[in-house]
């Protein structure tokens, strides 16, 4: 879930299950949210099981390029 200056987002989580160690699956979040100079956005993740991981790994398939396992894209909407 997003956070901006101390404040939970509302409906900006997502849930998702990794039923094991090993599991990965892709999660997207598109979000507009407003800015000013001098705020601060966080970026959370919580497991229910610790044992269990997140599902974040990286991947490198033979041949090919890297596949992160998370990416944020930040751009600005509007004038300067």
Known sequence: ????????????????SVATNVDTQVVILNYIVPFIAGDV???FLSVDDATKG?????????????IPSAMLTIFRLGDP
Not at 1 to 16: A, F, H, M
Not at 54 to 66: I, V
């Open 1 to 16: 879930w997003l956070r901006k200056n101390s404040t939970d987002i509302p409906n900006s989580g997502v849930r998702n």
């Open 41 to 43: 956005l966080k970026i």
């Open 54 to 66: 997140a599902g974040l790994k990286k991947y490198t398939p033979a041949g090919e390029a890297a």
